[in-house]
């Protein structure tokens, strides 16, 4: 991709597009209406494994975000079967989804991680400080920063999606008397870059209001596996407690600057790195592109720090500009990688556990 980068209208790279199969079309022929599409029944199992312990794949990670393609009436149809929408259904509060209609792309997002939520805590702690110190109260009354917002009603092609922005800044329009999403923030940690890539149309060109997404990445590498085998007599062997609490942050070794992390030999977390891009529309095209000189590396640091201004992301002409603190997200990331590696152990012994038959608990998503 060029320093100056673009997106076609799919929410692709103009210069590299990676399409999934486009396995949710309906079919033409009589035995393929017989059998549903396998988008759909991807989603379904991977929802029923979700909500019913019984099914579940014991190799399932629900920390992944999971992606397939699902026609907008699928979509429809599923939340429907499983009762999904519903403000009363407890499931409700589970995990997130973000359907893209012009892509037929729905995405869930079960379990957040350490390493993503560390990301989008520091731009949203930035961010009310920020608007604290520098706007008058009757601006600030104006402006809401969330972080768990279901956004929908976007113009074509995009009129049937839905999607929750890692960080939204939102801001009442005097005009339309309208709460415009403004801002936008989406972090990718077990994501791939071309999935992130396609939620930038949705935001700048779906919601015409928004003048700004922001696309954190963050790798690791090697990509998780875990270490061990679900054997609690490995327990023994390796001198690791069988109780999950006992498995602690501060008998986990940080090897590097960023990673890897290991406890009693074996290897928990790898190596991160992490980068930022600035997306905008093109005034000219009314495209998304990538903004010229935009991509700042945040681990390792190479580059110099960006900088916002507060025109960026509220209806001013403000230049007032703001720069994060770059050095205390690097910090806190290598405490939450270690965080990460405790986590990922934990859960490996308590499927262990499970196996043995000394722990028959259910884990709640």
């Known amino acids: 991709m060029t320093p100056e980068g673009g997106l076609n209208g799919s929410g692709s790279p103009i210069s590299q597009r990676h399409d999934h199969p486009s396995v949710s079309r309906p079919e033409q022929s009589a035995a393929a209406t017989r059998k549903p599409p396998a988008g759909l029944e991807q989603a379904r199992t991977y929802l029923q494994q979700l909500y019913d312990a019984r099914l579940r794949d014991r190799d399932y990670d629900f920390k992944k975000v999971f992606t397939c393609r699902i026609s907008q009436s699928e979509w429809s149809g ?54 604290a110190r520098a706007l008058p109260k009757r601006l600030r009354q104006k402006i809401q920063v969330f972080t768990g917002l ?72 090697p990509t998780y596996r875990c270490p061990l085998d679900f054997d609690l007599d490995i327990c023994e062997g390796l001198n690791i407690p069988q109780d999950v609490g006992q498995i602690v942050r501060k008998d986990f070794s940080l090897e590097g600057d960023y990673g890897p992390v290991k406890f009693k030999g074996h290897q928990w977390a790898g190596q991160i790195s992490a980068f930022l891009e600035v997306w905008t529309c093109n005034p000219r095209t ?7 000189l935009s991509r700042m590396d945040i681990i390792p640091a190479k580059n110099s720090s960006l900088q916002f201004q507060l025109r960026d992301f509220l209806y001013m002409n403000d230049d007032q500009e703001t720069s994060l603190d770059w050095d205390e997200l690097r910090t806190r990331l290598k405490v939450c990688l270690q965080s990460e590696a405790v986590s990922r152990c934990r859960a490996w012994l308590h499927e262990s556990r499970k196996r043995a038959g000394l722990d028959d608990t259910e884990r709640h998503f």
């Open 78 to 131: 599923l939340c429907s079967e499983l009762d999904l929408e519903s403000p009363w259904s407890e499931r409700y509060k589970g995990p997130r989804f973000s359907y893209n209609s012009a892509t037929s792309t729905l995405k869930i997002y079960a379990m957040t991680s350490w390493i993503h939520e560390t990301v989008v805590s520091f731009f949203s702690e930035h961010f009310h400080v920020l608007f």
């Open 150 to 221: 279901k956004v929908d009603g976007f113009h074509p092609p995009f009129e049937d999606s839905s999607k929750v922005p890692d960080l939204g800044i939102f801001m009442d329009n005097d005009n339309t008397e309208e709460i415009d999403l403004k801002w936008a923030l989406e972090v990718g940690f077990s994501e791939r870059y071309d999935d992130l890539l396609e939620d930038i149309p949705m935001f700048l060109i779906g919601k015409a209001t928004c003048s700004m997404a922001i696309l954190v990445k963050i790798t690791e590498s």
């Open 286 to 292: 009314g495209e998304p592109r990538r903004k010229r």
